[in-house]
């Protein structure tokens, strides 16, 4: 009898609580959101699956510390305690999938379009007027958001997910999971979220606006551009170096022609293996502790404001700069500066042609596209810099 007691004792259901149990549920509907509405699956997949690990009672997945017999911790517990000090404390993951974003990308049309880089620019004010309304709702009691929380959740209208951990990792771990969550999803309802914002502040005849084509870019330029981004952000705003400089890295090694093999590695198997492994370690802080609060909520809303904001000030300047510019510029495009690669680039260029058939905006789109992912580094070493 004392045998089956200590059986039901050591068992998940007898340890579970209400708390780990709606955890549990939140994890099967991330993967709900992943696998059938199609949401960011690479990511929401194995942070769903974490989520669902790291809240089963007594599995052994929890970061949780060991203690001696007198109380002195040990040494740490738990697999996704490792997962997650080993690449998402040390900020070794959110790098290296910056590095293989880096290798996927192509700066020829920033280059091209050099007033492009100013969208990116913009979009991101987003960012900083969500730290601002965080530090607002906690200066009145509303929720209670320290200016590190603040800083975290303003990262998420860059609509970068990387970055989001990268700076949240750093500032404030504890909200890691809703963060990521929030950055992600949103992300993934671009072509939802976006396109209202797009033609609520356009006319039909600027979204029909037509631009001239591209000019070539040579292979020069492209070597010597992510060469002299790094130069540049790094002597004036060091905190943005390693993600901007793993991000050149990528860039140099696809431009460079000679590191073929390390540049398809970049893409493709390393940055999937990482991937996998930061979203379980993402996953590791979504226990029933950290993200059944009212704070959630407060981050999920705030992060929609930012990335609203940011979509309407890529376009507003977009609109703005049209009224001096020689050649037209298509307000759509400063959409695309939020730094979503390339889903915003795409939604800017399918409103584009329901305005004008024959208005292909995709190229132009992509260069304030690249913009922001810059601009979006920029701004995370500004808060780790500032905050920290």
């Known amino acids: 009898m004392e045998t089956l007691l200590n059986l039901w004792a050591d068992s998940g259901i007898a340890q579970l609580d209400v708390g780990k149990a709606a955890m549990m549920i939140v994890g099967l509907g991330l993967l709900y959101l992943a696998i059938k509405k199609g949401f960011e699956p690479l990511l929401l997949v194995p942070i769903g699956i974490g989520t669902f690990l790291v809240n089963i ?20 517990g738990g697999m996704m305690y490792y997962i997650y000090n080993a690449g998402i404390a040390s900020g070794m993951f959110p790098l290296i999938i910056f590095m293989g974003v880096g290798a996927m990308t192509d700066f020829g ?79 993934a309802l671009v072509p939802i979220i976006q396109p209202p914002i797009m033609r609520a502040l356009t006319t039909e005849k600027e979204r029909a606006i037509q631009m001239v084509q591209l000019r070539p870019v040579s292979k020069t ?112 495009i400063g959409s695309a500066g939020v730094s979503a690669v390339p889903m915003a680039a795409r939604v800017s260029n399918k409103v584009g042609l329901e305005a004008n058939p024959h208005n292909h905006l995709l190229m132009h789109a992509m260069g304030p596209n690249v913009a922001g992912v810059i601009g979006s580094a920029i701004a995370a070493g500004v808060m780790i810099s500032m905050v920290s």
Do not use: H
């Open 57 to 76: 009672p007594g599995g052994g997945f929890e970061a949780a510390p060991v203690y001696d017999a007198v109380g002195n911790m040990t040494s740490p």
């Open 109 to 187: 049309p920033l280059l091209a379009n050099p007033k492009t880089l100013l969208l990116g620019a913009a979009a991101q004010f987003g960012i900083f007027a969500t730290v601002l309304g965080a530090v607002t709702l906690s200066y009145f009691g509303i929720l209670d958001f320290s200016i590190n929380d603040a800083a975290s959740i303003g990262i998420i209208g860059g609509a970068d997910g990387p970055t989001a951990i990268f700076v949240t990792s750093k500032l404030s771990p504890d909200i890691l999971g809703p963060v990521a969550v929030a950055a992600y999803s949103y992300m």
């Open 221 to 332: 330029e492209k070597i010597i551009f992510p060469l002299l981004l790094l130069f540049l952000v790094g002597m004036v705003l060091p905190s943005a170096a390693p993600l901007l400089g793993m991000f050149c890295f990528g860039n140099l090694m696809r431009e460079a022609g000679v590191v073929d093999r390390l540049s398809d590695t970049a893409q493709n198997a390393l940055i999937n293996i990482v991937t996998i492994f930061l979203g379980l370690g993402v996953g590791s802080k979504m226990s029933s502790d950290k993200f059944l609060a009212w704070e959630t909520l407060g981050i999920l809303g705030l992060g929609a404001v930012a990335f609203c904001i940011g979509t309407a000030c890529g376009v507003l300047l977009a609109k703005l700069l049209n009224k001096f510019s020689d050649s037209p510029i298509n307000p759509l």
